[in-house]
């Protein structure tokens, strides 16, 4: 056990009354990303408003009379009921979920952190995710996370005192620092973009694209020959696309639900960039080969293009259509993705994508967009029938797919949004000292926030990309690791 397990080992409480209120989740690994801690915190937050209803049902539990202790009882919650580990070269996104089924295993400051921020969206609380640097403690680098509640929830301005949710303390002491860097976060429901219908449908109710339905859209592969590219690896890869790009969608809906406008920007560039980047990478590995593959390999690697073509092409075509019908869309640049000639952080390794990986690399860039809500009535984005119809047969219809989505996702007044992460309302957190916080000398010396390769871990298949975009540094000092 490292020195800061050692430190930080607590016994773990039974949580018997909690079990049964937690969904089941297999915990596997599903998505990773390189960069630097200020897109780590974005991630938490996108963590944070799309998985917080899982702990719906002990947040109604932990609610307290007083706003003060509501945060000791979720304080106390994460401390006793998950056992403390830090992270070690790979670092994890874990969702609640995930977090409550290794538990007795450990977490570590991130993973506290997205429960803590997940209890507090449920009950409509706004919170702050600090990140800090510490004296004696590779002082140059931002090494611990930990959730922050304004005592006044009405500014959400830190100067009249605030509350710490450390999970990884046993106490609700502030660790000193040398410097600090607030997200805030603003429920939804208090930010007011959604003023009726936004649980007119769970997410979980939407449809979920299946395996046979992406299989069905390549013709009988039947083959016969020596081949690189066998049928077991061809599944997988379906299997893996597949349950990518079902995430993205719940993601997509996630942020249009909750009027989070810059989420919903990076995931829609998420799901055309890295569509577009495994297909090209697919292309690149089917001509690097000297004199050709066989004819097999060749069947299956056109078939693994054109899946991911059907990701890029027509759902991009139902993506882009049910945007333009609800948001107005206004150009914001370009997004890179990269599948690195370092075969370790290739797609190839990292999202378990076999065959995509050749020595020269692959780098694409996609549009990337703002959208701003036009009001009214937004309909749940799923990947309908006539979207699979269509990848076979061809003509896709904008107004025709718009018509088979059935399902209220929320009402938006025009240009609503949520708060969804940055700077307080104020504007004034940076330096503020709150009177309620009470500070001693202990240096948390809380590891595994530094940045190497962050792994979302939701339920789902195991799949993790790293290096997918590059992301420049962002907030003083902060320090992209290059390994």
Request: charged residues 20%.
């Amino acid at each position: 056990m490292s020195d800061f397990n050692l430190l930080l080992h607590r016994p773990v409480a039974d949580g018997a009354q909690f079990k049964k209120l937690i969904p089941a989740s297999t915990c596997r690994v599903h998505f990773t990303g390189d960069g630097d801690t200020g897109y780590s915190v974005k991630q938490m937050a996108n963590m944070i408003e799309t998985y917080h209803g899982q702990m719906d049902k002990v947040a109604k539990k932990l609610k307290q009379r007083s706003l003060q202790s509501t945060c000791t009882a979720i304080h106390d919650f994460a401390y006793r009921h998950f056992q403390y580990k830090a992270d070690k070269a790979t670092q994890y996104l874990r969702s609640p979920a995930c977090s409550w089924s290794v538990r007795h295993e450990g977490i570590d400051c991130k993973s506290y952190s997205i429960i803590a921020g997940s209890l507090l969206a449920c009950l409509g609380i706004n919170f702050y995710i600090r990140r800090i640097k510490q004296q004696g403690f590779e002082p140059h680098l931002w090494t611990h996370v930990y959730i922050v509640v304004p005592a006044c929830q009405k500014t959400n301005s830190l100067k009249k005192g605030y509350y710490v949710i450390d999970g990884t303390l046993p106490t609700q002491y502030e660790p000193e620092f040398l410097q600090k860097d607030d997200y805030f976060m603003q429920h939804v429901g208090l930010a007011a973009p959604a003023q009726q219908g936004l649980n007119a449908i769970s997410l979980n109710s939407l449809k979920k694209l299946k395996l046979s339905d992406v299989s069905d859209i390549i013709a009988s592969l039947a083959c016969v020959g020596a081949t690189t590219y066998d049928k077991k690896e061809l599944d997988r890869n379906l299997e893996i696309m597949n349950a990518y790009f079902n995430d993205k969608v719940v993601q997509i809906n996630s942020a249009a639900m909750l009027g989070n406008m810059q989420m919903l920007s990076d995931v829609v560039a998420d799901f055309k960039g890295v569509s577009l980047l495994i297909r090209e990478s697919f292309r690149q590995y089917k001509i690097g080969k000297t004199g050709g593959w066989g004819a097999c390999t060749n069947l299956r690697l056109d078939a693994s293009m054109k899946i991911a073509d059907f990701f890029h092409t027509t759902c991009g075509q139902a993506l882009d259509a049910w945007l333009a019908q609800h948001f107005t869309v206004t150009p914001a640049g370009t997004k890179t993705y990269e599948n690195p000639k370092e075969k370790s952080k290739s797609i190839h390794t990292t999202m378990g994508l076999d065959h995509t990986w050749t020595s020269a690399g692959k780098i694409v860039q996609v549009n990337k967009s703002n959208y701003t809500p036009k009001g009214g009535a937004i309909t749940a984005f799923e990947i309908t029938d006539y979207v699979i119809d269509k990848a076979k047969s061809g003509g896709f219809n904008p107004m025709q797919f718009l018509g088979t989505l059935t399902k209220t996702l929320a009402t938006v007044s025009s240009g609503s949004t949520s708060g969804g992460g940055g700077t307080a309302p104020d504007g004034s957190y940076t330096d503020e000292t709150g009177t309620l916080v009470e500070y001693n000398n202990q240096k948390t010396k809380a590891a595994g926030f530094g940045i190497i390769g962050w792994v979302l871990l939701l339920g789902g298949l195991t799949y993790a990309v790293t290096k997918f975009a590059k992301m420049p540094n962002k907030g003083a000092g902060a320090k992209k690791d290059t390994n």
